[in-house]
């Protein structure tokens, strides 16, 4: 298994509310990124980050934004929540400039009702 | 930005026969394909990886192939065995990773 961690494993949310979801990258790894997976579908990148800052974004509306810490650490915000956020939300840590370095997380699972 | 097609999405195919997946990106500046493999419930996991210098890779019952002027790749399971059952993703990445919509594998004892 990696060293790419993820909390919680499970939440349940209703529309509208609030949620943050966290990741803990691989020791040594500088960036990070976060994917939804739909239920049947591949991962769709979210954004990533690099130095605490973002470093590219996907198809996602500004209600979906992301902080990175000092420690590499990261969380993904996601305002105003609606149905069809619900979905497996995945972080990948890695080396900055080496794809080939990734490793996901095991991700939460977020419902919305 | 990038866009992954996947094909077919759903394989059946007997216990020892050989099973092949393929894609096709958009973005000639992506410049690295892996290939995943994800179990219900669990995280993706890499099985092979391919970068746009090499045409063909093999790892022991598992090979992939890229054709960079067509833009498309393929992943070939030989020797098939039923606990390669799983869905299956390809990606393509200069940087950030986007996804194929998986192929779900049936391996029939």
């Known amino acids: 298994e990696t060293g790419v961690t993820q909390s919680p494993t499970h939440l349940i949310k209703t529309r509208g509310q609030q949620v943050t979801l966290r990741c803990s990258s691989q020791?040594?790894?500088?960036?990070v990124s976060w994917y939804q997976q739909a239920l049947g579908q591949g991962p769709q990148f979210i954004f990533q980050?690099?130095?605490?800052?973002?470093?590219g974004r996907g198809n996602f509306p500004p209600r979906f934004s992301g902080l990175q810490f000092p420690n590499y650490s990261s969380e993904l915000n996601v305002n105003a929540l609606e149905l069809d956020d619900s979905a497996l939300y995945l972080c990948?840590?890695?080396?900055?400039?080496?794809?080939?370095?990734?490793?996901f997380g095991p991700g939460t699972r977020l419902t919305v009702l | 930005g990038e866009n992954v097609e996947q094909h077919p999405s759903t394989l059946s195919v007997q216990e020892g026969d050989s099973a092949v997946i393929k894609c096709t990106y958009s973005?000639?500046?992506?410049?690295?394909f892996p290939w995943y493999k994800q179990e219900l419930g669990k995280r993706p996991q890499l099985i092979i990886d391919i970068r746009s210098n090499v045409g063909e890779k093999k790892d022991q019952r598992i090979a992939v192939t890229l054709n960079k002027t067509a833009k498309h790749f393929s992943l070939h399971i030989t020797e098939t065995q039923p606990e390669d059952s799983a869905v299956y993703f390809c990606?393509?990445?200069?940087?950030?990773?986007?996804f194929g919509t998986g192929t779900s594998l049936t391996v029939i004892p």
């Open positions: 980050y690099y130095r605490e800052e973002e470093n």
């Open positions: 990606a393509a990445s200069l940087d950030q990773f986007y």
């Open positions: 973005d000639s500046a992506s410049n690295y």
């Open positions: 020791s040594g790894h500088n960036t």
């Open positions: 990948a840590s890695s080396l900055v400039g080496r794809p080939d370095t990734q490793y």
